[in-house]
Nanobody
Framework: QAHLEESGGGLVQAGDSLTLSCAASGLYFGGYAMGWFRQAPGKEREFVATISQSSYFTNYADSVKGRFTVSRENAKNTLWLQMNSLKPEDTATYYC???????????????WGQGTQVTVSS
């Protein structure tokens, strides 16, 4: 059974950086497109970033483009999200996700993590 576990969340100030990690188990990590979503209180879960199985393709939400970088290392079954120049509006629970197929905005999610909280103070 697939298991995704996020880590690295926390409380930071506006302008700071933070790196989230997602450790995968129970699935062939290299066979899945991976990505990140986030959900702020009272809002729907939204797409943040995605990376293809071989890391050849990446895509980002407009709101994080140029500030966030998604990466992966298949040998370590690990996905990262480097977040720079954080803003208060980035405050949310961040979720790791796996999908069978690559898509510009991840669809048909096969597995979700439990989430990690990121809070950005102004």
């Amino acid at each position: 059974q697939a298991h995704l576990e996020e880590s690295g969340g926390g409380l930071v100030q506006a302008g700071d950086s933070l790196t989230l990690s997602c450790a995968a188990s129970g699935l062939y990590f290299g066979g899945y497109a991976m990505g990140w979503f986030r959900q702020a209180p009272g809002k729907e879960r939204e797409f943040v970033a995605t990376i293809s199985q071989s890391s050849y393709f990446t895509n980002y939400a407009d709101s994080v483009k140029g500030r966030f970088t998604v990466s992966r290392e298949n040998a370590k079954n690990t996905l990262w999200l480097q977040m720079n120049s954080l803003k208060p509006e980035d405050t949310a629970t961040y979720y790791c996700a796996a999908a069978d197929q690559w898509a510009d905005v991840m669809t048909d999610i096969a597995a979700w993590g439990q989430g990690t909280q990121v809070t950005v103070s102004s």
